[in-house]
C-alpha cells in the first residue's frame, strides 16, 4: 500500500478490525519512511460489474458514485450514517448477486429509488427527480401522487413522466 502522503511504497498495518456490519476491515495504517497514519477499508468484491448506460456505453461500476448519490439524497434527512451504509451495502450486495456482470443503469437506479422509498420518502423524491430528470413541477406532482397512492407501479414504464 502507497503512503498517500509520500508516496512510499511500505506501510505497516497497526490495528485492523471489522467495519460495516463485517462487511469490511478497517485498517490503521502507518508509512515506514513519513511515520504518517491513515486508514484504508477492505471490502469484498464478488465481481467486476460493468454498467451499461443507456446511450450503450459500458463503464465500471463505481460504488462511491452510487454512494455519492445515496448520500445527496439523504443530506440533511434524519437518516444515520449507519443506516445509509447499510443501504449501499445492500444495493451493491444486491447487484453483485444478480449473477449478471454487466448491469443496466437503469436497473441501478430503479433499485436505489425502491430503497431510497423504503427509508425516507423525501429522499427518495429527491434521488427520482435527478434521475428521472424532472423538467416540470407536473412531475413532482405525479411522483408524490403515486407515493401516496402505492398500488401504481413505480418501475411500471408506462407510468413515468418523459
Request: aromatic content about 6%.
Given at each position: 500500500m502507497y503512503c498517500p502522503f509520500c508516496g512510499h511504497q511500505e506501510t505497516q498495518v497497526k490495528d485492523s478490525r471489522p467495519g460495516e456490519e463485517g462487511a469490511a476491515i478497517r485498517r490503521r495504517r502507518v508509512c515506514c519512511a513519513c511515520h504518517q497514519r491513515f486508514t484504508t477499508v477492505e471490502?469484498?468484491?464478488?465481481?467486476?460489474?460493468?454498467?451499461?448506460?443507456?446511450?450503450?456505453?459500458?463503464?465500471?461500476?463505481?460504488?462511491?458514485?452510487?454512494?455519492r448519490s445515496i448520500r445527496i439524497a439523504l443530506r440533511k434527512r434524519p437518516v444515520?450514517?449507519?443506516?445509509?451504509?447499510?443501504?449501499?451495502?445492500?444495493?451493491?450486495?444486491?447487484?453483485?448477486?444478480?449473477g449478471?456482470?454487466?448491469?443496466?443503469?437503469?436497473?441501478?437506479?430503479?433499485?436505489?429509488?425502491?430503497?431510497?422509498?423504503?427509508?425516507?420518502?423525501?429522499?427518495?423524491?429527491?434521488?427520482?427527480?435527478?434521475?428521472?430528470?424532472?423538467?416540470e413541477i407536473e412531475a413532482f406532482s405525479k411522483i408524490l401522487d403515486?407515493?401516496?397512492?402505492?398500488?401504481?407501479?413505480?418501475?411500471?414504464?408506462?407510468q413515468e413522466t418523459p
Open positions: 471490502r469484498v468484491q464478488l465481481r467486476d460489474l460493468t454498467v451499461i448506460k443507456a446511450d450503450g456505453r459500458r463503464t465500471p461500476f463505481d460504488r462511491d458514485k452510487l454512494a444515520d450514517d449507519v443506516r445509509q451504509e447499510r443501504l449501499l451495502n445492500g444495493l451493491v450486495r444486491k447487484l453483485e448477486a444478480s449478471d456482470h454487466e448491469i443496466a443503469a437503469r436497473y441501478i437506479g430503479e433499485l436505489a429509488m425502491d430503497a431510497l422509498r423504503e427509508v425516507d420518502g423525501v429522499a427518495y423524491v429527491r434521488f427520482a427527480s435527478v434521475y428521472r430528470n424532472f423538467r403515486d407515493m401516496n397512492h402505492p398500488s401504481v407501479a413505480l418501475n411500471d414504464p408506462s
